[in-house]
């Protein structure tokens, strides 16, 4: 993408250019995020983009998408150029802070509310983003929502989430239930650490590079954190609570074993739109 075609540098041109130049670099759906990066230099949306296919770029869009293309190559996850992701509908800022929202923890949410659509109060364990506390808080009007996480720029990101959607959500700092001692919930649930330690190198570039790997690491095996939270979750659940776990793919029976073993009954799991077994719950009798 020379300089001395700044005057040439259609939009059709750019976009076929970059489809070329993002593929060799091993991003899938080049066409695509080519067309993503160039809305956002030029302020358009895609339709606007398809309008103005035979418009040339002006000097300071083409520095600003050159940037961006620069950064995408190297596999930066292309919503942390942008700056943010979609939930459920909702908007969320993304940095580095933590975990990008994906489409797959939106089960976690509707499958909560399917069990307890009535929920008062409701603990959301490892806050990320805060796209799971913030869509159950918005579809729960009159509840009580805490969300905790280790990490305070996460806390930091997931607070200016809550305003961006103008939800009330209490993010606590500390571990697991160390910040609700004594509290008990209708509903519990947690998009925890799973991976195994020795498969994160194997991770596309853009979650290994980019994202927290305390947000990915859940231990040797990839269970570590449901062997901390399922034991510890019956004394902070009210009669009737549920606890609801996304999991990784072959990962469901342990869990619903675990769910079995530590007193939980009406034990299920959801799968995803891929047909992974994604989130499995239990209730407290």
């Known amino acids: 993408m020379s300089d001395d075609n700044t005057n040439k540098w259609t939009v ?37 983009l398809y309008l103005n296919f035979d418009k040339p770029l002006q000097d300071a869009e083409l520095a600003a998408y050159r940037g961006m293309v620069a950064r995408r190559a190297k596999r930066e996850p292309l919503q942390h150029i942008l700056g943010s992701q979609e939930f459920l509908g909702l908007e969320f800022r ?19 509310l399917r069990v307890v659509p009535e929920a008062q109060r409701v603990l959301d364990i490892g806050s990320g983003s805060g796209c799971v506390a913030i869509a159950l808080a918005g579809s729960l009007p009159g509840a009580a929502v805490i969300s905790v996480d280790i990490s305070p720029e996460s806390l930091e990101l997931a607070r200016e989430n809550a305003a961006l959607n103008s939800v009330s ?20 649930v947690s998009n925890p650490p799973y991976i195994p330690a020795a498969d994160i190198e194997t991770l596309q570039p853009e979650v290994r590079d ?53 007193g939980f009954s009406a034990i299920f799991s959801a799968k995803d739109p891929g047909g992974i077994e994604r989130v499995v719950g239990g209730s407290i009798k």
């Open 169 to 188: 959500v209490d993010f606590r700092l500390g571990s697991l239930f160390v910040p609700v001692q004594g509290e008990r919930f209708d509903l519990v």
């Open 210 to 262: 980019y994202e927290p790997r305390s947000a990915l690491d859940g231990g040797a095996d990839g269970f570590d954190f449901y062997r901390a939270i399922i034991p510890a979750a019956p004394e902070h659940l009210t009669p009737d609570g549920w606890l609801l776990l996304e999991v990784g793919a072959g990962q469901s029976a342990a869990v619903t074993e675990m769910l079995a073993k530590n």
């Open 94 to 112: 993304t940095t580095a802070a933590a975990l990008i929202p994906r489409h797959d923890t939106e089960l976690l949410v509707t499958e909560s």
């Open 12 to 48: 059709l041109k750019i976009l076929d250019w970059t489809k070329g130049y993002l593929a060799g670099k091993g991003v899938e759906n080049a066409r695509l995020e080519a067309e993503w990066l160039l809305c956002e230099a030029l302020s358009l949306d895609r339709v606007g």
